[in-house]
């Protein structure tokens, strides 16, 4: 059975720093996809990581993917406000998505 | 692209009624997901159409829980005889033929009392 987790569960931080969080899941998977999650919102789509090595970027946020390690990392660089919610990683296939338990990230000033 | 739309939004029932749920995807998209989230958790799997065919259900679908899409369209979810321990959000997502990403609505957000 896949198992995804994240860490880490809770991230405080101030802005203009950077960090890390990590995906790790159990079972071979090529397909990554990383969410965002606002409080009492629906999830967004962040980004799409479709084989090993594969790095994407948007803005102060980018994804990477090994496949062999079965580790994904989402990269946070010079934190603001505005990115203060929760992320998701989630790994499957052509069909359902499992998903990590969440990584609650708050952006002090 | 009107977004994956789900109806209610907000649902309070006491514990042994039935409710149902209605989502509509993505006109285009042909797959459709339903995960259940409860507060501080990540969304977990329910049940997945390709058109009309449910093809796969999560062994937290109990026998009260069924869910239908009879036209390849919308699709229903129903809880038979709810539980407390069924409140949570229900998250309806859809998908074009490919697969993921998945495309989530708003929810709804249910209530046992």
């Known amino acids: 059975e896949l198992k995804v987790e994240q860490n880490p569960l809770f991230l405080s931080m101030q802005e203009g720093k950077n960090y890390t969080i990590y995906c790790n899941y159990s079972t071979t998977s090529d397909r990554l996809y990383w969410y965002r999650q606002d409080p009492g919102k629906s999830l967004e789509s962040l980004f799409v990581l479709l084989s090993n090595g594969a790095v994407k970027q948007e803005g102060r946020l980018m994804a990477s993917l090994d496949t062999k390690a079965r580790l994904s990392t989402l990269h946070i660089t010079a934190a603001v406000h505005d990115l203060s919610a929760t992320y998701f990683c989630a790994v499957g296939g052509a069909q359902k998505l499992v998903f990590g338990q969440g990584t609650r990230l708050t952006i002090n000033p | 692209d009107t977004g994956v739309s789900q109806d209610p939004r907000h649902k309070i029932t006491k514990r042994g009624q039935n409710v149902t749920f209605r989502c509509d995807p993505i006109?285009?998209?042909?797959?459709l997901y339903w995960y259940r989230q409860t507060l501080g958790q990540g969304p977990e799997f329910l049940t997945y159409f390709q058109n009309e065919a449910q093809l796969e259900k999560s062994r937290l679908l109990s026998d009260r829980f069924s869910a239908e899409r009879p036209k390849g369209s919308f699709s229903t979810l129903e809880i038979q005889r709810t539980e407390q321990g069924d409140s949570a959000m229900y998250l309806c997502?859809?998908?074009?033929?490919?697969?993921?990403?998945?495309?989530f609505g708003n929810g709804t957000r249910l209530t046992v009392t």
């Open positions: 006109s285009e998209h042909n797959r």
């Open positions: 997502a859809s998908s074009p033929p490919g697969g993921p990403p998945l495309h």
